[in-house]
C-alpha cells in the first residue's frame, strides 16, 4: 500500500472483481473534477474481460479523505425530485403489490422519503456507512442501519425490493454485492440498479469531462456489456431497463466541467456555464436528450433485474 498526494489518501492494488486476472490495459487517467481530491486516478480495462476499474485505487480507511462533508448525497433533502417519483413508479409498475423495500446506499434519506410520500404503502429500510448521512435519515422517521452493505447484519432477512440508486459503481465488489442480495431477495422480487455508463452518449461526447468518471469515488466504470457480464455472474437476469434519472442533468453538468478546465479567461468561463442552465439553451438540447434516453444511451441507465 502507498501513500498519494493526499498526506490522508492511501492506495492499495487490486484485481478484476469479474474474472480475478490482474493484468489490465491503461483506459484513463483524470483528476478529480468534482471535489478536487488531489492527485490523478487511474482506469484501467481488464485485459481478459474488459471491465474497467479503479487501479489502483484508494482503501477503505482512506474513504473520509475522498468523501467530503459536503458530499450531495449526504445532504438533507426534503423535495420530492421528479427524478424520485419517477423511480417509485417504475417499482410500481414492476410490483404493484406492496412489500419490504431495502435500499442500500441510502444516502440522507431522499429516495425513502419519495416511496413514504408517493408509495406509502410499502414498508422501507436504508442501509447507509456514513454517520451524518444515517442522523439525516433518521430525522425523517424512516429505519436505517448504519453500516456498510458488507457489515450490515441483514442476513436471515429477505425483501421484495432492493435498490442501488449509483451505488454499484462505488462498491469495493459490486459483484460479490450483487450475490448477497441475491440471497436477501424474496421469490418473485425486484433488484433495482441505477448506474452511469461510460459508453453512453453523453460520455462519448464529453470524453474525459463526462461527470460519470467521477474519480477517484467511482471504482468502476461500466460499459452495458460488462453490466450485464456482471449481473449474470450474480446469477441475476435483467428484466427491464429505461433512463429515467438525470437525463438533462448528466450532459449538461460534463458541459460545465469541460468548460471550467478549458476556458481559461474567467469571464468566458463564467459566460459558458451559465448557457448551459438558459432556457434557449436547454431547449436546443430536448432533441438530443428525448432521443437518447428513448434508445437507452443517457449516462444513467435503470435496470431491474430478478434471479435467475
Known sequence: MSRSSAASLQSEEVVCCL???????????????????????????????????????????????????NYEPYRPDYDLHPDWRRLCAFIERLQPQPGELLDVGAGAGAFLLAMRTVLPQWSVTGVEPNAQAAD????????????????????????DAIT???????LPDPLAALRRLRQLLRRGGFIYITVPLCDSWDARLCGAYWCGWELPR????????????????????????????????????????????????????RLGVALTFSRPFRCLIRPYLWTAAQLKRCTALTVAVHAA
Not at 442501488?164 to 462505488?170: F, P
Open 218 to 269: 467511482h471504482f468502476y466504470a461500466f460499459e452495458r456489456a460488462s453490466l450485464w457480464r456482471l449481473i449474470d455472474a450474480a446469477g441475476l437476469v435483467p428484466y427491464r431497463s429505461a433512463c429515467l434519472v438525470g437525463v438533462e442533468y448528466h450532459f449538461t453538468e460534463s458541459l460545465r466541467l469541460m468548460i471550467n478546465a478549458r476556458v481559461r479567461r474567467f469571464a468566458m468561463r
Open 19 to 69: 474474472c480475478g486476472d490482474h493484468r489490465t490495459i491503461p483506459f484513463l487517467e483524470a483528476p478529480d473534477r468534482m471535489h478536487h481530491v488531489p492527485g490523478m486516478f487511474t482506469l484501467q480495462r481488464c485485459a481478459t474481460c474488459g471491465l474497467i476499474y479503479q487501479n489502483p485505487r484508494p482503501s477503505i480507511e482512506s474513504f473520509a479523505a475522498i468523501y467530503p462533508a
Open 136 to 159: 439525516a435519515v433518521r430525522r425523517t422517521g424512516a429505519r436505517v442501519i448504519q453500516a456498510t452493505l458488507e457489515t450490515a447484519p441483514l442476513d436471515g432477512t429477505v425483501w
Open 164 to 170: 442501488l440508486w449509483n451505488v454499484l459503481e462505488h
